[in-house]
């Protein structure tokens, strides 16, 4: 039986397949070797031990270096909205043959 890889990387087996779980195994000379398999789920929870450390999530770093730098944040915002934005700058440059 042919099949034909769409576009889109995929092929059909048909129906009589479909909701199956397959192992794809790729040999040397190139040709495909699909297997189906069953999944058998665990039995019983599996715990990995937590590491000995904590680290911080990022989000948590950014918050707290930006209460750490409020005040020159702070300064910058006011610095920034008395000049002209950058794009706008070079625009009139540009049109003052810069």
Known sequence: ??????ASG????????AGQLFDL???ADGSIVLQPVKVVPVTHTVQEPR??????SPQSDVAAWAEAHAQQIAEYNAWAAEREPYSQRVRR????GG
């Open 1 to 6: 039986m042919l099949k034909e890889v769409g």
């Open 25 to 27: 195994q790729t040999q």
């Open 93 to 96: 440059w540009r049109s003052e």
């Open 51 to 56: 590491a000995p450390y904590a680290a911080a």
């Open 10 to 17: 995929q092929i059909s087996l048909g129906k009589k397949f």
